[in-house]
């Protein structure tokens, strides 16, 4: 990471885009529980978890809602740091939502069992370097999951997904031109993310494919 670097790409998630965002993810609720199912196959009772880029939250407070883990939040979004704060409070539930950038974490070397990131890793600005941070926080022995948008995501597949968040009218049809035009273009094919995961200290990984996404598997 360059000293200038604002750790995304594009437009930050401030304001009232964020707040825009949170809404309608949170109609959604399936997907947060079918990620916490994917971590919680992952890691066992009792480990530190960190979700790097949770957005507004809802997979964080999902695991801590379990009572089964300690749950850190890292987002570079002040507003959503803000939303998830107040989700969390409002869930009742103990979450440690921070402010910091992907690639320069905050944290102590060896801090957590877990890493997960979802819908994110496309919009970091150094995808290695974030990656390098995630080795870098783990336990030896811990891993990390990563869940985004393939590149080569097709339109049916988008419309299937877009069409099963309970979207308006005119937030279905953005969000649809969203993930068929520029997001695609920001993401990873499978062998490129093997490409950025060979330049780190990870090495190696284990990608799995389905219509819409990539779920990239990292063991330190």
Same mark, same amino acid.
């Given at each position: 990471?360059?000293?200038?670097?604002?750790?995304?790409?594009?437009?930050?998630?401030?304001?009232?885009?964020? *707040?825009?965002?949170?809404?309608?993810? &949170?109609?959604?609720?399936?997907?947060?529980?079918?990620?916490?199912?994917?971590?919680?196959?992952?890691?066992?009772?009792?480990?530190?978890?960190?979700?790097?880029?949770? &957005?507004?939250?809802?997979?964080?407070?999902?695991?801590? *809602?379990?009572?089964?883990?300690?749950?850190?939040?890292?987002?570079?979004?002040?507003?959503?740091?803000?939303?998830?704060?107040?989700?969390?409070?409002?869930?009742?539930?103990?979450?440690d939502f921070r402010v910091?950038?992907?690639?320069?974490?905050?944290?102590?070397?060896?801090?957590?069992?877990?890493?997960?990131?979802?819908?994110?890793?496309?919009n970091f600005s150094d995808?290695? &370097?974030?990656?390098?941070?995630m080795h870098r926080v783990? !336990?030896?022995?811990?891993?990390?999951?990563?869940?985004?948008?393939? *590149?080569?995501? /097709?339109?049916?597949?988008?419309?299937?997904?877009?069409?099963?968040?309970?979207?308006?009218?005119? /937030?279905?049809?953005?969000?649809?031109?969203?993930? !068929? /035009?520029?997001?695609?273009?920001?993401?990873?094919?499978?062998?490129?993310?093997?490409?950025?995961?060979?330049?780190?200290?990870? !090495?190696?990984?284990?990608?799995?494919?389905?219509?819409?996404?990539?779920?990239?598997?990292? !063991?330190?």
């Amino acid at each position: 990471m360059t000293k200038n670097d604002k750790g995304y790409k594009g437009v930050g998630m401030e304001g009232p885009i964020a *707040r825009w965002y949170a809404t309608n993810t &949170g109609r959604s609720p399936d997907r947060f529980a079918e990620q916490a199912v994917q971590v919680r196959e992952r890691t066992a009772p009792g480990s530190e978890i960190l979700e790097v880029a949770p &957005g507004p939250g809802y997979l964080s407070i999902a695991l801590a *809602r379990t009572g089964d883990y300690t749950v850190t939040g890292l987002d570079i979004s002040e507003t959503f740091v803000e939303i998830a704060r107040e989700k969390a409070a409002e869930a009742g539930v103990e979450v440690d939502f921070r402010v910091g950038n992907a690639s320069a974490m905050p944290f102590e070397d060896e801090s957590f069992d877990f890493v997960v990131c979802c819908a994110a890793f496309k919009n970091f600005s150094d995808p290695v &370097g974030a990656l390098q941070e995630m080795h870098r926080v783990l !336990r030896p022995g811990g891993r990390a999951l990563i869940n985004d948008l393939r *590149r080569d995501v /097709s339109k049916e597949a988008v419309d299937e997904d877009v069409d099963r968040m309970g979207l308006g009218g005119l /937030s279905k049809a953005f969000t649809k031109y969203v993930l !068929r /035009s520029f997001l695609p273009r920001q993401a990873y094919t499978k062998s490129e993310f093997e490409g950025l995961v060979a330049q780190t200290r990870f !090495r190696t990984c284990d990608v799995r494919l389905s219509p819409l996404s990539l779920d990239v598997d990292l !063991r330190k």
